[in-house]
């Protein structure tokens, strides 16, 4: 079936260091993929999307590309903030029968230090 | 504009327990999401509705249901509690049914954290 996996965490970087969260999908068609961050104690909320291969995302510096070859889509950044760190999880679109809902990976921690 | 918003925030249940959360979705969205998040694990997909009517559902036992009303907001029930049904439960709203291409964003609520003892 369809399924995400992302690098494990916790990742801890230094202010203004690069930034990689890698992630791979398995999936039948042509998914959208997803990044999805989680501040702590709250929902969810959109980073950035990618509906066809080689679309990139881009959304407050992070940036993904989708790649159909290496079925990946992993997350980077220049120059990290204290403000990002948080929990981010790679997601796909389940495009079987008519729901379309989301399927994520475990999710990454991030920590960023002063 | 009001996000998806959810209720209560917290909860705790014994085992066996039954217990309701309740979603009310962005104005104008017709598509209600709901999530299972367990500590350390990403969001598993469990039901979605879409104009009253259950569209899809995921890997989930009996015990959970839910429905959608008129107003578009929607309620999850889960019976017969286990110490596994722990979670923060999401609910997510979106304007259309699929959230693949053409894409529509889901908007997600900040959850309601069960705890069952």
């Known amino acids: 079936g369809n399924s995400v996996t992302q690098m494990e965490g916790p990742v801890t970087l230094s202010e203004e260091a690069f930034l990689t969260i890698n992630c791979t999908y398995t999936?039948?068609?042509?998914?959208?993929l997803f990044w999805y961050v989680q501040y702590p104690g709250e929902g969810l909320q959109l980073l950035l999307k990618?509906?066809?291969?080689?679309d990139k995302g881009s959304n407050k510096g992070f940036e993904a590309t989708y790649r159909k070859e290496t079925t990946s889509f992993h997350l980077e950044k220049g120059s990290v903030q204290v403000s990002d760190s948080a929990v981010y999880f790679c997601a796909l679109s389940d495009l079987r029968g008519s729901q379309g809902n989301l399927i994520f990976g475990k999710g990454t921690k991030l920590s960023v230090k002063p | 504009d009001a996000g998806v918003t959810q209720s209560p925030t917290h909860l705790i249940k014994t085992r066996g327990q039954h217990v309701t959360l309740r979603c009310s979705p962005i104005s104008g969205h017709k598509s209600v999401s709901w999530y299972q998040q367990v500590l350390g694990q990403g969001p598993q997909f469990i039901f979605q509705y879409y104009e009253k009517e259950e569209r899809g559902r995921g890997n989930f036992p009996d015990r959970f249901s839910a429905r959608q009303f008129p107003n578009y907001s929607s309620e999850l029930n889960v019976n017969a509690l286990l110490l596994g049904d722990s979670a923060l439960y999401l609910c997510a709203s979106s304007s259309l049914l699929a959230a693949g291409p053409p894409y529509n964003e889901q908007f997600f609520g900040p959850g309601t954290r069960l705890t069952v003892l």
């Open positions: 990618a509906t066809k291969a080689d």
């Open positions: 999936a039948t068609g042509y998914p959208s």
